[in-house]
């Protein structure tokens, strides 16, 4: 894993000045503390941080081919180079290295932009072709691998692997997205492909673009690849089939010629990952495999997490953490370089470093409840579908939306009591049912939060939009293939695998995720609901997937949340929060009325709601305004 950027003007034939190439390398120098490499020409520049894995002596990027008409700067790691490198080499290849990187340019030599199709890992690269005169740019298939860019005010085109890499040059404009900013207090993170500044977007994953010298117009990123939107035939042994597909992309990812080892909380996904690594390292006569795991108080998994790596022949590395999740706001905006609002990216941080204090790459269980269907949210969504099937719309829409409106809201009552979210999915057809399950903060209360003006710049803005859109691409059919399908395209590279990136490469620690294989990802979508989801209980097959290989009260039990609960803590300090909230870096920007927000901390106080999330990002919100020096200094809200 490393840090990629480059600047690439398709007309002037001008060299970028190294400084320029030197200030976005050092901006995301975390990325990658083994070796600094630079390359400049006319048109072009590159930048590459390396965290060295695979060919440690030779692997060096920039990486050219033998007659330096192509260059190439790659993030992340191709699990099947070795099978492409004996494909290619049958064509008449010659490799210098056995780094996979020398395997993205002989491909292109060979594949051009089919190259991406045959790639299975986790990647983001940029690939110059001199003698084409076209810069090439592609994403992993799931988004695991950042790629940002922005076009700058003379023309050049920027990329880099952070924000933070594009922010390092001075003529990047600063101008805030308010639509991004709305996204944000809805979701708790930004979709693809905006970011919270204007000019700066995200490459999609799945996504590749090819730009070319001498072309004035800005292509458009074109996908290469989508998840299935419809059920493919299930197999007769459904478990079984995973099994040999995981246990497949597990022992693709442990190529390493560093330190390895894996995250290992109590739950089923990432000790899937560790049982069946463990298992390989053994099979191939290696050390133990070691295991971490970080405990809380209130979230402490540490027991269950020992119970496994004792079964599967682990080596366990435990700490107990503690954290002051207000400091921890502050410290996110350096991280993530932009408001980041899922507060499990405060644990995530701490096994991180635990991790990197022994192993260089760890593998971990992202993506499980993503492809299996183990998210709450799969289960009342399914259920809800099943009710709203039998409710006529115009009785849906009008008196069990009226219903829900006048609902109290009860946070702190019973779950059995709290009816209003499941009134008000009845009450809205499907797609718009399932992103209520998953907003953090309805419209009315966010505008309620707004001043007139920034209200007005999000005027007909909808965060529903994007959920409408894919759910609207799968088979009407099947409400849990499109509500995973959705989350592939929002959740997952929005949040998810942006808070791993982040936080790994934070300490310089490699983070994979054998269950974000394509294979394994394209399977658990294709299956029957009834595989995944049966009987109230989610991620069905991969139970009995790994049924004698774990204890069954892990197999069965209920999962325990990777997180402190804010809300008691929040209360405690609601002071601090409010003097935080209401300090010049939040109302100096002229987004949020004072009043609004005041009555926000006082009402999770006096605990007539708990309104921990919403604070907890808009105290993210303030850290990333404070270290902008304000919109008025440091970035303005830009012109819609």
Not at 286 to 311: H, N
Not at 353 to 369: I, Q, Y
Not at 540 to 550: E, F, I, K, Q
Request: proline share 6%.
């Amino acid at each position: 894993m490393c840090g990629i950027g480059g600047l690439f003007h398709p007309v002037s034939p001008g060299i970028p000045p190294e400084a320029r190439l030197r200030a976005m390398a050092a901006a995301m120098a975390h990325r990658g503390p083994d070796g600094t490499g630079l390359h400049a020409e006319p048109h072009l520049g590159f930048c590459h941080l390396r965290l060295a894995i695979v060919d440690v002596a030779g692997g060096a990027q920039p990486m050219f081919t033998e007659d330096s008409t192509i260059c190439v700067v790659f993030n992340g790691e191709i699990y099947n180079h070795e099978r492409l490198r004996a494909e290619l080499a049958a064509q008449g290849a010659r490799f210098r290295t056995r780094s996979d990187t020398e395997v993205l340019l002989e491909g292109w030599r060979r594949w051009g932009t089919g190259l991406t199709a045959r790639l299975q890992g986790m990647f983001a690269f940029a690939l110059w072709d001199g003698a084409r005169g076209e810069l090439f740019l592609a994403r992993d298939r799931l988004g695991e691998k950042p790629l940002h860019y922005t076009w700058l005010p003379d023309g050049s085109f920027a990329f880099a692997s952070e924000i933070g890499g594009l922010t390092a040059l001075p003529e990047t404009p600063r101008g805030l997205d308010a639509a991004a900013l709305d996204d944000f207090l809805a979701l708790g993170y930004i979709p693809d492909p905006a970011t919270i500044h204007a000019a700066i977007r995200r490459l999609p994953a799945a996504h590749q673009m090819l730009l070319r010298r001498g072309e004035t117009v800005r292509p458009q990123p074109l996908p290469y690849w989508a998840p299935p939107t419809h059920l493919a035939d299930a197999p007769a042994d459904a478990p079984a089939e995973l099994r040999r597909l995981l246990d497949a992309a597990v022992r693709d990812q442990l190529m390493s010629d560093v330190p390895l080892g894996a995250f290992l909380s109590g739950g089923l996904d990432s000790a899937s990952v560790v049982a069946l690594a463990a298992a390989a390292r053994a099979e191939a006569g290696g050390p133990p495999l070691d295991a971490f795991t970080i405990g809380f108080a209130g979230a402490d998994e540490r027991p269950m997490a020992a119970e496994v790596a004792a079964r599967v022949g682990a080596a366990h590395h435990t700490e107990e953490g503690t954290t002051d999740y207000i400091a921890a706001a502050r410290d996110i905006a350096a991280i993530f370089g932009e408001p980041f609002g899922d507060h499990s990216a405060v644990p995530t941080l701490a096994v991180c470093r635990l991790a990197r204090r022994h192993v260089t790459v760890a593998l971990s269980g992202d993506g499980g409840d993503e492809v299996f269907a183990g998210y709450r949210r799969h289960r009342f969504h399914s259920l809800v579908e099943a009710v709203r099937a039998h409710i006529p719309a115009r009785l849906r829409r009008g008196v069990i939306g009226r219903l829900a409106a006048i609902y109290p809201r009860l946070e702190r009552a019973p779950r059995w009591l709290r009816a209003r979210t499941t009134l008000t999915e009845i009450s809205l057809d499907s797609a718009l049912g399932y992103y209520a399950t998953a907003c953090k903060m309805d419209a009315a209360r966010r505008r309620a939060l707004y001043t007139p003006a920034f209200r007005a710049s999000v005027e007909g803005h909808d965060p529903a939009a994007r959920f409408v859109a894919a759910i609207g691409r799968c088979d009407p059919d099947q409400p849990l293939l499109a509500a995973q399908y959705a989350d592939l395209h929002t959740y997952l590279p929005g949040d998810i695998l942006v808070k791993t990136d982040r936080s790994a490469m934070a300490v310089s620690l490699e983070l994979r995720a054998p269950m974000l294989d394509h294979r394994v990802v394209a399977f658990g979508l294709g299956l029957p609901a009834r595989e995944k989801l049966r009987q109230g209980v989610g991620k069905h097959v991969l139970r009995r997937a790994m049924a004698g290989r774990l204890p069954e009260a892990l197999l069965w039990g209920r999962k325990q949340g990777f997180a402190d609960d804010l809300a008691a803590g929040f209360r405690a300090r609601a002071a601090e929060i409010a003097a935080r909230l209401s300090g010049p870096a939040m109302l100096d920007a002229g987004l949020f009325d004072r009043a609004a927000l005041g009555a926000l901390v006082a009402e999770h106080a006096a605990g007539r709601a708990n309104n921990a999330q919403i604070l907890w990002q808009l105290l993210v919100l303030e850290g990333w305004l404070a270290r902008q020096g304000g919109l008025r200094e440091g970035c303005r809200l830009a012109a819609a």
